[in-house]
Structure formats: C-alpha cells, structure tokens
C-alpha cells in the first residue's frame, strides 16, 4: 500500500511542476560565483586571502496571462552563500508581485532601487560584492523595502520609479517614518546611451540625503567609454563622484578597467579607487573573471586582487 502511494506521489510531482510551468511559465535561474581574493592592506592591518562569494544567487520568477494584454507576474530572488552558508537567506535579495501590460508594470514588494539600477549602467564590476565602482559611494539603499515601482516605455527611453515606505514599527509616538524614493530614465541609441536618475532619503530623524547621477555610454566597434558623475548632499555636506570607464571586446575575453574620484567636494575626505577587469567566456553561461583593485585615500592603498569562477542557470 505504502510503495503504491508513494509511486503515485511521485508521478504527481513529475507531472504538477510541468502543467504549472505551461500555464504560469515559473522560470528557476541563478548564479553560483566564487572567487579567491587576495587583499594586501595598508599600516597594522594584515594581509588577507580568502574564498569569497561573489554575488550568487538563486531565483523563481514567472507570470501568467490574465487576457486583454493584461499579466500578473512575480519575482523571488535568495542570496546564496557557497563560501559561508550562514549567509544565505530566502528572499534577500528580490521579492516583487505585479501587474503588466502595454503600459509598463506597476509592482509592490523588495529589491534594488531604480537609482541603484543607475549606477551599475556604469559598474561591470557589480557582479562582486566589494570592488565596484560606484557602490560605495551613492549614500543610497541598495535595496529597498515595503516598495512600490512603476517601469514604462516610450520608444528608445525607459523609465521607473519606486517609493520606499518606513513601516516605523515599534517606534515611540510621533516619531516619523522613514520614506526612500528614486527615479532613472535611459535613452538608448545604436552607438550611445544617456542615463539620469534622482533620489532621496528620508531617514527617522534628520536632514534629507539627495542624490542626482548622470552619464552616458559611447561605443565604437568593440570599444565603449563611460562617463558619469554622482552629486550628494546630505543636508550638511555636499560631494561630488566623477566616473571614468573604458571596456574593450575581442571575441570571448572582455577587458574593463575604470576610476572614481570620491567626496571631490571636500579635499579632507577625497578618495580614489582604480579597477580593472578582465572577463572570458568558456561558454554563453560560464565566466572566468580576474579583478584587481587599487583604492587610496591620501595614505597607502588597498590592493586587492580576485580571480573567480561564475556559473549561471
């Protein structure tokens, strides 16, 4: 009786996922990237080498077909830890349900800002946690919460917007709600791209933090050259981010390498960090990727080098 229904069990598991798939096409992607960084710091800090998670990740996205052009979707992205386990987390890094339809999307949940989303028009080094170019110097929350976005088109311009709500619990009376909202638009051409995006922070108490990046991307043959500048004023300070990048493509090896010039605005706190990376395809889903990074804040640098493996599905 016990082998007869587990038998049936496991034909109904075989035959369920590919009748909800058809209906609701579920897609299962990911990426599992690891690398072996080695970082040479400045003064009494020592010497690190270590194994290093390089952005994996594991995800479920799908929609289904509501009629008259109308779509219900969703999106569930986990961090994934192949290094340290204890760092993964179901839904840590994505978590959207909306609607779409001629008109763009509208959808309510969790993940990276549209500001966010500028900046790494900018930034091929994002795919590892620590060396890129821009993420440390946005002031902005890399992802937000309790969000609602809007996504839209019109012709070769893309647009979005998002409103993060503080949800403020447990705060004592008349303590306000944080509130983070951001918007970026693209105009995208055979040759080149513009790309502007506004942002502001909110925090519980305090002065707003403002953020305004623009910059544009020019190719030529294999040969592309980026050019941005980030602005932040913070209510107190204001500092600007100038951006330099150039890549260059032969065949299955890409080459990138770039500069950003922190806090310009006041000399005290200027910083300088410099990255190059190189990148070759094995195959359409596996990348060997060498970076190395050189960041210098009016003292001795830090150098770090890493040399990863990425696989994605």
Known sequence: MNKKLIALAVAAAAIAPTAFAAGNEVVLYGQVNVGVEISARPGAEPDQTKISNLSSRIGFKGQEDLGDGL????????????????????????????????????????G???????????DPFYLDDSLGLTNHGSNDNYRINNAIRFDGAYGPVTYSYANSFGENKGAPAGTRSTNDFS??????AENFSLVGAYGVFKPKAGKAVKRLLLGGTFTMGDLSLSLAGQHRNDGNDKFTDPLLLVG??????????????WDKDTMANTKTQGTAGLFYNLSKRTVVTGEYTNSYAGVKGHNTFTLGLNHSF
Request: hydrophobic share 40%; proline share 3%.
């Open 71 to 110: 779509s219900a979707f969703f999106k569930i992205e986990s961090a994934v830890a192949p290094d340290d386990a204890s760092r993964s987390g179901f839904g840590t890094r994505e978590a959207w349900v909306g609607l779409k339809g001629d008109w763009g999307s509208v959808a309510a949940g969790r």
């Open 112 to 122: 990276k800002s549209p500001y966010t989303q500028a900046t790494e028009e900018f």
């Open 183 to 188: 918007m970026q638009a693209k105009y995208a």
């Open 248 to 261: 260059y493509s032969m065949g299955d090896l890409s080459l990138q390498a770039g500069a950003i010039f």
